[in-house]
């Protein structure tokens, strides 16, 4: 089971910004942390963010430079990644995980896409 759902992509312009959320069921995720991942056509899937569980500490791929936030509503078992300053480099399908033990990740959503047009 992928007990992960995305929602929130769209087609922005250069400079823009999309809010994407990530809604978990089935279980509680408290404990996991929770990731962001990236994948373009023709491209290996990238590591975008990470929020750990329990004390929420981030971190972020290089490329982010300050332009994306990952949150999370422990309440509401959903993870959040704010995403601003999009550029079109930025165009793919993002995709919600989660991971029980460090970066081993074990639940993956179905992916919301992203286009940035130039």
């Known amino acids: 089971q992928v007990p992960l759902v995305e929602s929130g992509g769209g087609l922005v312009q250069a400079g823009g910004s999309l809010r994407l959320s990530c809604a978990a069921s089935?279980?509680?995720?408290?404990?996991?942390?929770m990731g962001w991942f990236r994948q373009a056509p023709g491209k290996e899937r990238e590591f975008v963010a990470r929020?750990?569980?329990?004390?929420?500490?981030?971190s972020y791929g290089d490329f982010v430079k300050g332009r994306f936030t990952i949150s999370r509503e422990y309440a509401k078992n959903a993870v959040y990644l704010q995403m601003n300053s999009l550029k079109p480099e930025d165009t793919a399908v993002y995709y919600c995980?989660?991971?029980?033990?460090?970066?081993?990740?074990?639940?993956w959503g179905q992916g919301t896409q992203v286009t940035v047009s130039s």
């Open positions: 929020i750990g569980g329990l004390g929420g500490m981030t």
């Open positions: 089935g279980r509680t995720f408290s404990a996991y942390a």
């Open positions: 995980a989660a991971a029980a033990r460090g970066y081993e990740w074990n639940y």
